[in-house]
Every structure is written in structure tokens, then in C-alpha cells.
């Protein structure tokens, strides 16, 4: 049972252009949702959130937005820099009172081309 | 400062063997969690920890997974009698609390090959 879903394993984009990462999820009672970036290698680390009250966070190049009557969110990265290609993870966090345990996406891997 | 360390990096061993990870938290994150990423996948959540409180294991696909942690430090994750379906990269983060809003840094992870 996936309740979070990244349908695009793969995404190459040109240097300069815009990177658009899709995400959707089932359960409506998330309610706070992150981008993690990862290098191989290396552990993922955090990128950008959004709480379910908002519909749009943005920090310098990285923006996400969140539909949640479609329950879904995307990351919108622009321009995309060559240093952005990795494996992007959206993920939901649990309900408090199931502690802040992630439920992640299987991830999709951006290429950008100089 | 220093961040989640883990070793070893990489563990290769046999099948029926037992095998322990480490994790190493940020001083002063009272919540830890394990997760694992097998192939072509996304992390997978296995147990967290915070504080005196008793862990959440709803994540731990069986009896043979096992871990503690000693107050707010070191955490060790046991395999016990690996499988081939276990080769994994086991990954280890830690956060201020359990909040959502706190959030999660990762170690590199430990890469673990069951032959």
C-alpha cells in the first residue's frame, strides 16, 4: 500500500529550463509534506516543506506547491543548475500522534544537462 | 557540528548470519528513527525513538529486527539470521523531537550486501 507515489522514476531537463517533480498521496490526513534531495552516496537531506494550510512555499530557486483536494504536491525548481541532478523524495510526515515518522515516495531522478 | 555518522559504511555477510548497525545521532536530538532503501525504492520506515518513551516499531518487517537505544545516543539496529531480502542501505536519522515540523537529518547510511 504506497500511500505516497512518485509515478516518474526519471526527469531530464537543460540547464536554465524548469524542473517539475510530481507527487501524489492517498491518505488525506497527512497534513505536512517534504522534498529531500539525495547525492549517491549520501544520506538525503531536507530541501523544502509545506504545511497543509498553505498551498505554496517557496525558497530561492525551489518552490512547492499543494493541491490538496487532488492530493497532490509538486516541486518546481528554476532555473535547474547541473548541481541540482540527484534523486528528489517527497515525502509525508505521520500524524503527531503517530510520532514524525516519514512515509516517502520512491523518488525520481532529475538530470540536468549542461 | 557534527552530523548522524553510522558504520560501518558497508557489510557484506552471509546468509543465516546476525548483523549489527550503528548510528551515531546529533548531540541533543531527542528522536531518532531507522529506515532502509532497498533497490530502485524509496525509504522505507523501521522503528524510531524518543527519549524514555517506548519506541515505535510498526515499521520492523519481522522478528529477526531488532533495535535499542541508550537514552538520547547511540542507536544499534540487529539483524538477526539475514536474508538475501534484506540487502539494503539502512539509513539513520535524528531530529530535535518528534514534531514534524523538526526536521530530519540523515547519515550516509550503512550499505548492507546479504550473499
Known amino acids: 500500500d504506497q500511500q505516497v507515489k512518485q509515478n516518474s522514476p526519471s526527469l531530464s531537463v537543460q540547464e536554465g529550463r524548469i524542473s517539475i517533480l510530481n507527487c501524489d498521496y492517498t491518505?488525506?490526513?497527512?497534513?505536512?509534506f517534504l522534498w529531500y534531495k539525495k547525492y549517491p552516496a549520501e544520506g538525503p537531506t531536507f530541501l523544502i516543506s509545506i504545511s497543509s494550510i498553505k498551498d505554496k512555499n517557496e525558497d530561492g530557486r525551489f518552490t512547492v506547491f499543494l493541491n490538496k483536494s487532488a492530493k497532490h504536491l509538486s516541486l518546481h525548481i528554476v532555473p535547474s543548475q547541473p548541481g541540482d541532478s540527484a534523486v528528489y523524495f517527497c515525502?509525508?510526515?505521520?500524524?503527531?500522534?503517530?510520532?514524525?515518522?516519514?512515509?516517502f515516495g520512491q523518488g525520481t531522478e532529475l538530470s540536468v544537462k549542461p | 557540528g557534527a552530523g548522524v555518522s553510522q558504520s560501518p559504511s558497508n557489510k557484506v555477510t552471509e546468509k543465516g548470519k546476525d548483523v549489527e548497525l550503528r548510528c551515531d545521532p546529533i548531540s541533543g536530538h531527542t528522536a531518532l528513527y531507522w529506515y532502509r532503501q532497498r533497490l530502485g525504492q524509496g525509504l522505507e520506515f523501521l522503528i524510531y525513538?524518543?527519549?524514555?518513551?517506548?519506541?515505535?516499531k510498526s515499521g520492523l518487517p519481522s522478528d529477526r529486527f531488532s533495535a535499542e537505544r541508550t537514552g538520547e545516543s547511540v542507536s544499534t539496529l540487529t539483524i538477526q539470521r539475514t536474508q538475501q531480502e534484506d540487502s539494503a542501505v539502512y539509513l539513520c536519522?535524528?531530529?530535535?523531537?518528534?514534531?514534524?515540523?523538526?526536521?530530519?537529518?540523515f547519515g550516509p547510511g550503512t550499505r548492507l550486501t546479504v550473499l
Open positions: 515525502a509525508a510526515s505521520a500524524p503527531y500522534n503517530q510520532g514524525g515518522k516519514l512515509i
Open positions: 491518505n488525506s490526513m497527512f497534513d505536512y
Open positions: 536519522a535524528s531530529s530535535l523531537s518528534r514534531t514534524p515540523t523538526d526536521t530530519q537529518y
Open positions: 525513538f524518543q527519549g524514555n518513551s517506548a519506541p515505535d
